[in-house]
């Protein structure tokens, strides 16, 4: 009963440690938008109940358009690999990021910026070099994995986003 006992315990921990680490998985790492936010006016405070998403030319957004009742609260300007298209509804984490910071209308712009070189891991997997003291065992040598830098070229945008808040 003592051997079970620690095992139910033991179990019990590793969910308990599991649960911790699966808590700290779901947290969500700012995005681009938030991480390039430069405010050009005092922020709201208060959350905007609803956002418009309006796509433009990158050159027009980039000249920071004048909207009639709107004033600009700031803007983010960045390069990415990803394509935003799936970032452009008001339902989307930029519609978030907007409606956190107060602002009721985005105006974004998107242009290809050609390609650049990065680097991705890929994983390794080898056969370990033995002393021959596995192999007189009878135990095949053992395996080694790893990761590798290997350079890519991958298609880079330029983004840039205003944010607006309508003023009465």
Not at 13 to 27: H, K, R
Not at 67 to 78: D, K, N, Q, V
Request: hydrophobic residues 35%; charged residues 25%.
């Amino acid at each position: 009963m003592v051997c079970n006992m620690k095992t139910v315990l033991g179990s019990a921990a590793g969910l308990l440690v599991m649960a911790a680490l699966s808590g700290c998985a779901t947290q969500k790492s700012p995005t681009p938008w938030e991480s390039a936010f430069s405010p050009m006016s005092e922020v709201g405070t208060d959350a905007t109940d609803q956002v418009t998403i309006r796509q433009v030319d990158y050159e027009r957004a980039e000249s920071n358009p004048r909207l009639p009742g709107h004033e600009i609260i700031g803007r983010s300007a960045f390069r990415d690999e990803r394509s935003a298209a799936g970032d452009l509804s008001a339902g989307s984490r930029l519609g978030d990021f907007a409606r956190s910071v107060g602002a009721s209308m985005v105006v974004v712009g998107e242009r290809s910026a050609g390609q650049e070189e990065r680097v991705r891991y890929i994983r390794t997997a080898g056969v370990g070099v033995d002393t021959g003291d596995a192999i007189s065992r009878g135990t095949p040598p053992a395996r080694q994995t790893g990761s590798e830098p290997v350079p890519v070229l991958v298609d880079v945008y330029d983004y840039i986003a205003v944010f607006y808040r309508r003023v009465d």
